[in-house]
């Protein structure tokens, strides 16, 4: 039996063709009887749409692409941040009737650039989501430039250039975690950065450091550690601050991973969480509630944040003016176990 076409759909429900067309696309101006018997036209004949002659047709597919760092490049991956960032995407898409593509792109490759900008230039997609740490480097931010597809940058830590962007209040947010920690009583609070590709994970020091001047705490550099947001990092600059002839008694890691390697030194070394070091890490990923004790931590709103991007990107296809600029959603504070007064 020949594949049903758009023609007969159109024959079925004793419309025309363009009327077809308006309800397969989701359009508006169309009267809800009409678009009820032309659905159900294409319910009894079980018609699907080509999607190649759409996308031929209107030169642009109704794919967004999400294009995030290559979670294999890295010894122990984080997979909570990149589910997170699907689910956002997805819970945008749906509603939009557009499909997602999942890109991982590792931005230490040579050709990163021509290859993402030939996938691009393939799949004709309709706008992309680009998620930090890559939303903040110019060879990738540039291959897609040169293809014209509209883009919205995930945290690429400064809100600068003409390109949306969706970030979380970092410095904000962090400076109340070390305030926090603060009114518990530590004097001596350290900090294990992040990965210095990571623009916005360095607003996360900034806000640390604002944190202890509105306690009244000195800032030290001797508090302060190099970690690279992997677990391992975590583990050994926990062990560098723990051994200093005044250790801290709060540490405040720049993402989870980190604090949960924070959290296996200090057991090794037999130092009790809380009893005698309170921990707090960044992101709010499911190994923060796994550990013990629970960490506590910073709910990155990572899904909030990918679903508002995708929402951006297809409002202003539809050339919504709501759709444009710079958005901002707060983070939040979760109070758990890892944490407590500072010891006498």
Do not use: W
Request: glycine share 8%; charged share 25%.
């Amino acid at each position: 039996m020949p594949r049903p076409t758009i023609f007969d759909v159109a024959k079925v429900a004793g419309v025309s063709i363009k009327t077809v067309s308006r309800v397969v696309n989701h359009e508006p101006n169309v009267r809800p009887s009409t678009r009820e018997r032309v659905e159900n036209a294409i319910a009894v004949l079980k018609y699907r749409p080509d999607q190649a002659a759409r996308n031929l047709a209107s030169q642009r597919s109704n794919i967004i692409g999400l294009v995030y760092d290559d979670p294999a490049a890295y010894d122990m991956p984080s997979g909570g941040y990149i589910l997170d960032l699907q689910q956002g995407a997805l819970a945008a898409c749906r509603p939009a009737h557009s499909e997602l593509l999942i890109h991982p792109c590792d931005f230490r490759k040579k050709k990163v650039g021509v290859r993402l900008k030939s996938l691009i230039e393939e799949t004709r997609l309709a706008g992309i989501v680009l998620a930090a740490p890559l939303s903040n480097m110019p060879k990738i931010v540039r291959a897609i430039e040169a293809t014209g597809t509209p883009l919205v940058r995930l945290s690429p830590g400064k809100q600068n250039g003409k390109h949306l962007s969706v970030s979380t209040n970092d410095r904000e947010v962090c400076a109340e975690m070390t305030r926090y920690l603060a009114g518990l009583g530590h004097k001596q609070v350290a900090f294990i950065k992040g990965d210095p590709d990571h623009k916005a994970v360095a607003n996360r020091f900034l806000g640390y450091r604002d944190g202890l001047k509105e306690s009244g705490l000195e800032f030290s550099a001797e508090l302060v550690a190099q970690g690279d947001n992997s677990f391992g990092s975590g583990e050994a600059r926990a062990e560098q601050l723990l051994k200093l002839e005044s250790p801290p008694t709060a540490i405040f890691a720049a993402n989870d991973d980190m604090a949960a390697g924070v959290l296996r030194t200090a057991k090794r070394l037999g130092i009790s969480v809380p009893g005698q070091l309170s921990l707090a890490g960044f992101d709010d990923i499911a190994l923060a509630r796994q550990v013990e004790p629970a960490l506590t931590t910073i709910r990155q709103p990572l899904v909030e944040m990918a679903e508002r991007a995708v929402s951006m990107l297809t409002r202003n296809n539809e050339k919504d003016p709501d759709g444009q600029g710079h958005e901002i959603i707060p983070a939040i504070i979760k109070i758990r176990e890892s944490t407590g007064p500072a010891p006498l």
